[in-house]
């Protein structure tokens, strides 16, 4: 079944992943106004605190999981060979969580996933576009933990981490032996300050950082001297993303020609990536999403563009993600924005939060997007029209940014050879 729909009649709910991870796209419902929001965000918040025994909440996660994933195969398994598979081993919240999470592994799906309490809260509190922590991002791998971004203002940068520091412990303790993940992001008090030892070529390095509340800059913009719009898009997350974004597309609009900067951007929440295409676009095609169920649903601009068509660059790595895919690809399919940079991360899912009793929540894999050329990106990325591979060694040593210099000098000779 295929339906069509402006984006003018959707809303889209959303709650992304913690930001040192690779950002989530999540869930979106039809509604008529806007109050449809606030009315599910309070029935969200009486399911979440209600208390039930360990047991039944393993048994709820198994009947959503059952009712939502996407692969209706469930990873070509019998389903309901885990119903009852763990419930006399399940006494406590703990056992509930190892339960659910050890089920939603055999999905073979690394977004779907339990959250307890905490990570629940960390991720409503992401819509406020802050976290708790020392502001790094990484790459975790069986023998490695690699320090791929470092956000700006952080703790993390004040203290001088830099990409591609090697973390060899936290606390003492071996980091490829721990949840580092808990603990860069908790906020409980006695875990306030983090003892890092890292590698540093052939240096070894040690720090004492103390986790701190971060507000996460989500966009700016400035204009050139020969008169070039440059909108670096650090997330696309917050709920005054597409007010900020309108302004700035307004701002830049008697610009000769546009840069979005979308290098190192995890993605964010769906609705926001489809409403800034939206003030870009006319009636174009922004994306269509498919369920478990073979139902696609294809959505459209409004005809609400403020936006004047120019020469547009958008600048990607692999660390580009998700919505901000989603975004880069429909400005490429629709308007013919080029894509320079790197291959982009490749991830073309879509997951719900569902809340769950006892203040926990159950991130699930929901729908799946296709671009509007009927690209699926998954695992793939999106393919630059000009391959760039950025040194930022060489950034730091010329105190440049070599890749930004190369797109202005790009949109310059498209304005003057526009074929």
Do not use: C
């Not at 909108?231 to 008697?254: V, Y």
């Amino acid at each position: 079944m295929k339906a069509q729909i402006r984006i003018k009649t959707v809303i889209l709910y959303a709650l992304i992943s913690v930001a040192i991870i690779v950002a989530m796209d999540f869930y979106f419902m039809p509604a008529k106004n806007i109050d449809n929001k606030h009315i599910s965000r309070k029935i969200d918040n009486v399911v979440a605190s209600q208390n039930i025994a360990p047991e039944r909440l393993y048994i709820s996660a198994w009947r959503n999981a059952k009712n939502e994933y996407v692969d209706r195969s469930m990873n070509g398994q019998n389903w309901m060979r885990w119903r009852n598979k763990y419930l006399k081993h399940i006494h406590t919240i703990e056992d509930a969580n190892i339960a659910i999470n050890t089920m939603l592994m055999s999905l073979n799906d690394q977004y779907s996933k339990f959250l307890l309490t905490d990570k629940y809260i960390k991720q409503k509190e992401i819509l406020d576009s802050k976290i708790t922590g020392i502001g790094i991002r990484f790459h975790q791998s069986e023998n490695n933990i690699t320090v791929e971004n470092v956000l700006d203002n952080s703790p993390a940068q004040k203290n001088n981490i830099m990409p591609g520091d090697t973390i060899l412990t936290i606390n003492g303790q071996e980091a490829t032996k721990v949840s580092i993940d808990e603990i860069l992001t908790s906020s409980d008090e006695e875990d306030k300050n983090i003892e890092l030892k890292i590698k540093r070529d052939n240096e070894i390095i040690e720090k004492n950082i103390k986790k701190e509340e971060i507000p996460i800059k989500t966009m700016e913009y400035k204009i050139t001297d020969d008169n070039i719009g440059i909108i670096t898009l650090a997330t696309i997350m917050g709920e005054e993303a597409i007010k900020d974004f309108t302004n700035i597309i307004k701002a830049t609009n008697n610009t000769k020609g546009l840069i979005i900067d979308l290098r190192d951007n995890y993605g964010g929440i769906l609705s926001n990536a489809i409403e800034m295409a939206n003030y870009m676009l006319d009636n174009e095609e922004i994306v269509s999403i498919t369920d478990g169920r073979n139902n696609r649903l294809e959505i459209y601009a409004s005809n609400e563009n403020i936006f004047k068509n120019k020469n547009i660059v958008i600048l990607t790595n692999r660390n580009t993600a998700s919505a901000a895919e989603i975004f880069a690809g429909t400005l490429k399919d629709n308007i013919g924005a080029v894509i320079m940079g790197e291959r982009t991360y490749g991830k073309n899912s879509i997951q719900q939060i569902i809340p769950m009793p006892n203040n926990t929540g159950l991130v699930i894999t929901t729908y799946k997007y296709i671009l509007p050329s009927g690209e699926d990106i998954h695992k793939t990325g999106i393919i630059p029209t000009i391959y760039y591979k950025e040194d930022k060694e060489l950034n730091k040593k010329e105190h440049k940014d070599l890749m930004m210099e190369q797109a202005i000098h790009i949109v310059n000779q498209m304005m003057k050879n526009p074929k």
